[in-house]
């Protein structure tokens, strides 16, 4: 069984090393998975390289969750069987190998015939998902405004926001990602820069901007809550800038912008399993309809897995989309653009 491991912190491609590990068998409550595809994250190069609050207990296999099909069962498990295709949910051990054992509980059912790269992405859906029902009370036509709107996680806000008659102000770096965009649903699409607020409230007409969403941190938090109305809530999920997230003084007291951490995870933890199940479904189904998607850069098998990372850390310029790990396709059948 082919599996990725790394043993010591530094440069994805200097650590990682592909093994040759025996196969595992399912236990009582568990299943073993045929691994169809993972998606490269930016928090698994961070735990590569060692970042502080991304440490993991060396050796370690990358990776915690992915979308398979269901070899073998162990005792106990009924709700679901050899066949099924499965997407992992949230705290599976490493899933950077061709077969890995998970406790059913962890298993949600979705549908064969549909591209397992986007399934491998429903992670990023939920966040969304969430991001637009937890944070604040939405209803439709309503403004949210996003940076990092070019990510997959902004593209799933916009198709998102769309489906439920919000309207999206997305924040990007570069002028030649707003046709691409706009064309999926985004209402505005603006660069950031020190001009941002004066931009949006042109773009908008002085809408009145209810809840941002920030991928990027450090000032780019500051300019977010600047364009905010009275009142509004900035919700920081990620940290692109590698800088904590920053906001003025006079916006938290004077027009009570309040700046709030979000975390996918703590929403999950919050539901019931049937709650999550039904979230879970719906954006399944949604993936399965071609509602939601996202752009795909490149696969990769594990025999490629150097490249895959490196191409994972170029900048979004010269990677449009997600990079997907595909650890049972056969040796130099990925596409390394």
Not at 94 to 99: D, E, F, S
Not at 109 to 133: C, F, K, W
Not at 151 to 163: E, M, N, T
Not at 241 to 250: K, M, P, T
Request: with cysteine.
């Amino acid at each position: 069984m082919k599996t990725v491991r790394y043993s010591r912190y530094g440069q994805p491609e200097d650590v990682l090393e592909v093994l040759d590990l025996p196969p595992e068998t399912p236990k009582d409550g568990e299943a073993l998975i045929d691994v169809e595809a993972v998606s490269v994250w930016p928090h698994d190069l961070y735990s590569m390289q060692g970042m502080k609050g991304f440490e993991e207990v060396l050796p370690y296999i990358p990776g915690n969750k992915c979308v398979g099909v269901v070899r073998e069962v162990g005792a106990s498990v009924s709700n679901i069987r050899p066949g099924d295709r499965v997407n992992v949910g949230y705290f599976a051990p490493g899933t950077w190998r061709q077969q890995v054992c998970v406790g059913a509980e962890n298993l949600f059912p979705v549908r064969h015939g549909v591209d397992a790269a986007q399934y491998s992405l429903i992670a990023n859906m939920l966040t969304s998902y969430y991001a637009l029902e937890d944070i604040v009370a939405l209803k439709p036509g309503d403004w949210v405004m996003q940076n990092g709107a070019n990510s997959s996680c902004g593209q799933f806000i916009i198709q998102l926001a769309k489906q439920r008659g919000l309207r999206t102000v997305n924040v990007v770096r570069r002028d030649e990602v707003k046709p691409y965009l706009l064309g999926i649903g985004g209402d505005v699409v603006v660069v950031d820069g020190p001009d941002l607020v004066r931009d949006v409230a042109a773009a908008t007409g002085n809408a009145r901007i209810v809840l941002a969403i920030d991928l990027v941190a450090g000032l780019a938090t500051e300019r977010l809550a600047g364009c905010l109305a009275q009142g509004g809530t900035v919700a920081c999920y990620g940290l692109m800038s590698n800088e904590s997230a920053q906001i003025a003084v006079r916006d938290l007291l004077f027009r009570d912008i309040r700046l709030v951490g979000y975390y996918m995870g703590k929403s999950r933890r919050e539901r019931s399993r049937a709650e999550f199940t039904r979230a879970h479904d719906e954006v399944a189904n949604l993936v399965a309809d071609g509602v939601l998607f996202a752009q795909i850069a490149a696969n990769y098998d594990l025999d490629h897995v150097r490249d895959a990372v490196m191409h994972q850390a170029r900048e979004a310029a010269a990677r449009p989309g997600k990079i997907i790990l595909r650890p049972n396709a056969m040796a130099g059948t990925s596409a390394h653009p």
